[in-house]
C-alpha cells in the first residue's frame, strides 16, 4: 500500500527524534516517519557529545538557548525519571584558578541568576575543594541542577515511544536523503533505498542541516562547518580524582566552553574537549579527510574569518590535539596533581557550527520554516538538553504553520 505519512522528520539525533516525540504525543492519530541515515539513531552529534545535562548558566537571558535549555532539561530530567533513563542530577562547580577569571565568574554568576538557575551559589575556594577535594580554585559556582545523562538511551525511548503512541508510524534506518520532490498534495523525499510520501516535512540534520535546506530550495546564506573535540579519560587509578563534573571559568572571547571534566553515567571520567577545525564533518580520527567537506568548508569566507578571529587559540587548540602532554598541562589548571599515568585518549565529537560569513558562531537556536517544511538550521549546545523544549516548539510550530490538527 502507498502510504502517505502526515510528517516526514529526518534526522535521527535527540532532536530530530523529540520532534516526532512531541508531535505525536499531541497528534496520536497522525502517521509520522523519522528517516536517519545511518544504521542506529543518535550516532554523531547526540552520541558523540559529553553527555551532560546543562543547567543554562551561560547563556544570554532571552534567548532561546537559555529559555529552551531551562524548560528544557527540567522536561528531560523527569522523562529521564519516568523511562528508567540512565542519568545522575549530581551538581557541578564552575572553578576560577586565577583571579584575573573573577569578573566573568561574577559576570556568569549574574547570568545564571537571569535565568533561573535554581540553587546556584558563590563558593569560596575552601568550598570548592569540599566538593571536588582534587580541584585548584580559588573560589566558584556551584549549580546543583546540572547533570549526566545516556543520551543515546533517551533518543531511542523517545522512537520506542512514537511506534507505541502510533504503530502506523516507521523509524527508518540506514536511508540518506538524496532529493525532495514537490508534490501538489505532499512532498516525496527520495532515499538511497526508497520513496517516501508526507505531507510536511521537518529537518533536523545536524552537520548536514544546510546541505539539506538547500535540497529543500532554502535561500540559506550560512555554511554548517564542523569542529572536532577529542577526549581523554581518566585511568582507574585516577578515577577518584574527579567526583562529578569540573568546569573552567569559559574565556568570553572564544567560542567553546573550554576544556572540563565530566563523570559519566557508566563510571568513566572524561577530560575534554577541545575544538579543532575537522577536514571531514562527520570525521572522529585526528586524520579524517573528505574532499567535499574540506572544500566547502575552505572556499567559504565564514570559516577563514572565523580563523582569523581566533587564530592564537586555534593554534593552540590543534597543538593540544597531537600533545598529551599540552592536554595534561590545561586538565593540571583545574586538579594539578594529575600525572601522564592518569589519563589516556578517549574518544571524539564532532560539533556543527552555523557560521556567517562574517566568522560568527554565536548564533542562538534558529529554526527556519516554509508551507510544508520546518528546518532546524542552528542547534549547538545545549540543543541535547534542550530536546524536548525544542521539540515543543517544532511541534507548535507545525500548528501554527501547516494546520496541523486531529
Not at 537571558?61 to 528531560?76: D, F, Q, T, Y
Not at 583571579?99 to 575552601?126: A, T, V
Not at 587559540?313 to 597543538?319: H, W
Request: with cysteine; aromatic share 8%.
Amino acid at each position: 500500500m502507498d502510504t502517505t505519512y502526515d510528517v516526514a522528520v529526518i534526522g535521527g539525533g535527540i532532536v530530530g527524534t523529540a520532534s516526532a516525540y512531541k508531535i505525536q504525543k499531541k497528534f496520536s492519530d497522525k502517521k509520522i516517519i523519522l528517516i536517519e541515515k545511518e544504521k542506529h539513531l543518535a550516532d554523531h552529534q547526540t552520541g558523540n557529545n559529553s553527555g551532560v545535562i546543562h543547567s543554562g548558566l551561560y547563556y544570554k537571558p532571552g534567548s532561546k538557548k537559555a529559555i529552551n535549555c531551562v524548560r528544557g532539561r527540567k522536561e528531560l530530567v523527569s522523562f529521564a525519571r519516568e523511562h528508567n533513563i540512565p542519568h545522575d542530577v549530581c551538581g557541578k562547580v564552575v572553578v576560577a584558578t586565577d583571579e584575573k577569571e573573577l569578573p566573568n565568574l561574577d559576570k556568569i554568576f549574574n547570568i545564571g541568576q537571569q535565568n533561573g538557575i535554581e540553587g546556584i551559589e558563590k563558593i569560596d575556594g575552601h568550598q570548592v575543594r569540599e566538593i571536588e577535594p582534587h580541584c585548584a580554585g580559588i573560589k566558584g559556582i556551584w549549580v546543583p541542577v546540572t547533570g549526566i545523562i545516556d543520551y543515546r538511551a533517551a533518543t531511542e525511548k523517545m522512537a520506542e515511544l512514537v511506534i507505541k503512541i502510533q504503530e502506523k508510524s516507521k523509524i527508518v534506518l540506514g536511508e540518506k536523503v538524496e532529493e525532495i520532490e514537490d508534490g501538489s498534495e505532499c512532498n516525496t523525499v527520495i532515499t538511497s533505498k526508497g520513496k517516501y510520501k508526507a505531507k510536511h516535512l521537518i529537518f533536523c540534520g545536524g552537520l548536514q542541516a544546510d546541505r539539506l535546506a538547500r535540497k529543500d530550495k532554502v535561500d540559506l546564506d550560512e555554511k554548517v562547518v564542523g569542529f572536532r573535540g577529542d577526549y581523554y579519560e581518566l585511568t582507574d587509578q585516577a578515577k577518584h580524582k574527579v567526583r562529578n563534573l569540573i568546569y573552567p571559568v569559559p574565556n568570553p572571547d572564544f567560542p567553546f566552553l573550554g576544556v572540563h571534566f565530566t563523570r559519566m553515567t557508566n563510571g568513566e571520567v572524561e577530560c575534554g574537549p577541545n575544538a579543532v577545525f575537522t577536514f571531514k564533518r562527520e570525521g572522529y580520527g585526528k586524520t579524517d579527510f573528505d574532499l567535499k567537506d574540506t572544500i566547502d568548508a575552505l572556499s567559504y569566507k565564514g570559516t577563514w574569518n572565523l580563523f582569523m578571529k581566533n587564530m592564537s587559540f586555534g593554534i593552540n587548540e590543534y597543538r593540544r590535539a597531537f600533545s598529551k602532554k599540552l592536554f595534561l598541562k590545561t586538565l593540571q589548571r583545574l586538579i594539578p596533581d594529575l600525572t601522564m599515568d592518569d589519563i589516556k585518549e578517549g574518544r571524539s565529537g564532532v560539533r556543527a557550527l552555523l557560521l556567517k560569513d562574517n566568522g560568527d558562531t554565536k548564533d542562538d537556536f534558529r529554526i527556519m520554516y516554509n508551507d510544508r517544511s520546518i528546518h532546524v538550521l542552528n542547534a549547538p549546545s545545549p540543543a541535547a538538553t534542550a530536546a524536548l523544549a525544542i521539540g515543543e516548539d517544532v511541534s507548535q510550530m507545525a500548528i501554527d504553520h501547516f494546520g496541523l490538527k486531529d
